[in-house]
C-alpha cells in the first residue's frame, strides 16, 4: 500500500494529466448462459495457469497459486477486477468457440485455452 504522500500524488495526478486517471468500469448485467462458455483454464505461461470457473451467477479467476478473484462483466466479452487494476477480455473463433483470453494488467498477455 503507497505511503499517504504517494497516494496524494497517485490521486492527484488526473489534476495535471487527464490521461492517467484511472478508468471507470461499469458492470453490466448478463444472461448466466454466456458465463458458461468463458469456464475453463488458459495458459499465460510455462506453469502459469488462470482457471475459470462460474458460481452461481458469478465467473472467477484463480491464477495458479493465487487467490480466486471475481470477474465482474463490462461487456459480453469484457471483463474487470475490483481488486486489482486488471481486466479480462475473452475472444472467439469464427465459429464463437472460446479459444483463449487477454489478460490485460500492465500490458496485454495472451492465455490459450487449454480446457
Known amino acids: 500500500m503507497p505511503t499517504a504522500p504517494a ?3 497517485i490521486e492527484s495526478s488526473p489534476l495535471y494529466n487527464p490521461d492517467l486517471a484511472p478508468v471507470e468500469h ?3 448485467r448478463l444472461d448466466p448462459k454466456i458465463l458458461d462458455e468463458y469456464v475453463g483454464q488458459y495458459e499465460l ?3 502459469l495457469v488462470l482457471d475459470v470457473t462460474r ?3 458469478q465467473l472467477w479467476l484463480q491464477a495458479t497459486g493465487q487467490s480466486r478473484v471475481q470477474l465482474f462483466p463490462e461487456s459480453q466479452t469484457d471483463f474487470f477486477l475490483k481488486v486489482a487494476d486488471a481486466q479480462v477480455r475473452f475472444v472467439k473463433d469464427p465459429s ?3 479459444t483463449h483470453l ?3 494488467q500492465g ?3 495472451e492465455a490459450k485455452r487449454i480446457k
Do not use: I, Q
Open 102 to 104: 487477454v489478460l490485460h
Open 96 to 98: 464463437g468457440r472460446v
Open 7 to 9: 497516494r496524494a500524488a
Open 45 to 47: 505461461g510455462p506453469g
Open 26 to 28: 461499469k458492470e453490466a
Open 107 to 109: 500490458g496485454d498477455r
Open 55 to 57: 458460481s452461481a451467477d
